[in-house]
């Protein structure tokens, strides 16, 4: 690794060059492609980002849970580099190649269940997100598909209908895809009833809704993130996903586990179905799978899968083999590193430190939660008032900022601080990194008690 993994801050952040860059953003960018943090990127490896300005930034994001082998990572550079050289395109539907056939065979051993797999790979998850729903539908005859409260599954337009939030993700951008009905989501620390009547009551809902508002034989598939990404990183009670999952199947519905952001080791399993023993028909993956490159994937029962007429699934780019061959090289180093067991330490050095923030904090820090290393808080305002307190998290992630530590927030409210770091950053920038966010946190709850 050419990049040394340590912090520096040369300039203010952004520094000069950044902020020129930005200008140039603003008139050539439409104003709908926002960026949380106008840091513009020249090299970035292990755990760190460098900017054009020479700061080194510390980075708790992975590009949104995509970069889980690390930036630039070695193994993915030599094989897209030897396979940019030999050929970069052909089209899969008109002469295949050997790189699509092999990540269609990883996903198969990797992916929940030991049952016969098919796959079929697209461009992005909410491309692979829409493939699910019509191999859902085409394979079952139905056309409802049942969502959650909080859930995120893209921005296209089935997918706008798919998410759950409005604002930023499909304000003003409908109408939107017919016969998408929602059921409430087990979120433990918002349930109602409180967190231990939670997984019951939860599934009661879910139940009411499908029976009441769908009808059971009319539903082609529940999709479901097995843990919420943009929502708010919800982590659904023990035993309430196999029971969904386990109902769905006496109906006759199809169980797709949206494991875009979960995927891939980061939660520490290779899924997060894997922690329950869920077997989902239909499992999206995209994000982590391919080191960086844009690759998604729609994997599923071989006979649910091969339902399809030939020719009903495809695209132009969809398993295009440079993206494979980085997907390759990156399970490849994900399997051979053993991230699923490095996400785990990392969940073991987050967690007593947000534990003792949190008891710092006990009227702001309301919840801590998640697994591996998809971790994070929900600000509250009020303690037991639960009041989410976006605010707060906004000038937390201000201060981090400045300080050069990349985070991101999420949340339905906009209240939960969350934690994505690249499976190969270093245990001294993690610590650096959690440094750094605890002093923000004291400074910004002290400012706005
Ligand atoms: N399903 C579970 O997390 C993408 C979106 C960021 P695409 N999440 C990050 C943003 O603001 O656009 C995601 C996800 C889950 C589907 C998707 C969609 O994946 O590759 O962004 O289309």
């Not at 697994?371 to 906004?394: I, K, N, Y």
């Amino acid at each position: 690794m050419t990049l040394s993994q340590e912090r520096i801050l040369a300039t203010e952040i952004p520094g000069p060059r950044s902020r020129a860059l930005q200008e140039r953003k603003v008139a050539a960018v439409s104003a709908g492609v926002g960026t949380t943090l106008p840091v513009y990127v020249e090299q970035a490896g292990g755990g760190i980002l460098r900017d054009v300005d020479g700061n080194q930034l510390i980075d708790f994001g992975s590009g949104i849970a995509v970069t889980t082998v690390g930036n630039a990572a070695p193994r993915v550079v030599e094989a897209v580099q030897r396979q940019v050289a030999d050929f970069t395109h052909t089209c899969f539907m008109v002469t295949p190649y050997e790189e699509y056939v092999e990540v269609c065979e990883k996903l198969a051993e990797l992916t929940p269940g030991s049952h016969e797999k098919r796959s079929a790979l697209f461009n992005s998850g909410a491309e692979a997100v829409e493939n699910a729903v019509k191999v859902a539908r085409h394979h079952t005859g139905r056309d409802a598909i049942v969502v959650f409260d909080h859930a995120y599954h893209g921005r296209t337009n089935l997918t706008m209908a798919l998410t759950a939030k409005n604002m930023p993700y499909k304000h003003g951008f409908g109408p939107f895809a017919g016969e998408i009905y929602r059921a409430p989501m087990a979120y433990p620390y918002r349930w109602p009833g409180g967190p231990e009547a939670c997984a019951d009551e939860a599934f009661e809902a879910f139940v009411n809704t499908v029976h009441a508002q769908v009808g059971e034989d009319s539903c082609a598939a529940v999709l479901i993130e097995p843990i919420q990404g943009e929502g708010g990183f919800i982590v659904p009670p023990a035993g309430w996903l196999p029971r969904v999952a386990d109902w769905c199947r006496e109906q006759g519905i199809l169980f797709i586990a949206d494991e875009i952001q979960t995927g891939f080791a980061r939660t520490g399993d290779w899924f997060a179905s894997d922690h329950e023993g869920v077997v989902p028909d239909l499992v999206t993956t995209a994000k982590g799978m391919a080191g960086g490159l844009p690759l998604a994937a729609v994997t599923g029962r071989a006979e649910v899968m091969d339902s399809v007429h030939v020719g009903g699934l495809g695209g132009t780019y969809g398993g295009n083999p440079v993206a494979c061959a980085s997907a390759l090289a990156a399970m490849e180093t994900m399997q051979e590193l053993d991230l699923p067991a490095r996400a785990r330490e990392i969940e073991a050095i987050f967690v007593p430190r947000l534990q003792a923030l949190a008891q710092r904090h006990p009227e702001r820090v309301g919840d801590i939660r998640g697994r591996g290393a998809m971790l994070a808080v929900e600000l509250v305002s009020d303690g037991p008032g639960r009041t989410p307190d976006a605010a707060l998290a906004g000038a937390v992630h201000r201060a981090c900022s400045a300080e050069g530590l990349v985070t991101l927030t999420c949340g339905t409210f906009g209240n939960v601080f969350r934690f994505l770091p690249p499976l190969s950053i270093d245990d001294h920038l993690l610590s650096e990194g959690l440094d750094i966010f605890e002093a923000a946190f004291d400074r910004a709850a002290a400012g706005s008690q």
